[in-house]
């Protein structure tokens, strides 16, 4: 079993940044990747960044390549979003989600809200 509890979210200007962070416990085979995704309401699910094996890979959707960087701290089992340069779009729910693979992401945490107003 994993556990995923994510925070950091809020609301914030356009051009403003927000670091999300991710604290998971539990199984560590069972999160070998970590990524994040965000939904906005009436879209789907998108993914936005992964990261694999404590970082040996990194991934990003092409809407937020070059303004999200996802990170990870293997000490504290904690793994980061940090989003600049936000713009009202990347208003959405974001998830934190872990999986033995990055096809296959078998558990998820509640999520936290980001909002960017113009």
């Known amino acids: 079993q994993v556990q995923l509890v994510e925070s950091g979210g809020g609301s914030v200007q356009a051009g403003r940044s927000l670091r999300l962070s991710c604290a998971a416990s539990g199984d560590t085979y069972s999160r070998k990747c970590m990524g994040w995704f965000r939904q906005a309401p009436g879209k789907e699910r998108e993914a936005v960044a992964g990261?694999?094996?404590?970082?040996?890979?990194?991934s990003y959707s092409d809407s937020v390549k070059g303004r999200f960087t996802i990170s990870q701290d293997n000490a504290k089992n904690t793994v980061y979003l940090q989003m600049n340069s936000l713009k009202p779009e990347d208003t959405a729910m974001y998830y934190c989600?872990?999986?033995?693979?990055?096809?296959?992401?078998?558990?998820w945490g509640q999520g936290t809200q980001v909002t960017v107003s113009s």
């Open positions: 990261i694999y094996n404590g970082g040996s890979l990194t």
């Open positions: 989600a872990a999986g033995v693979s990055c096809i296959d992401f078998g558990y």
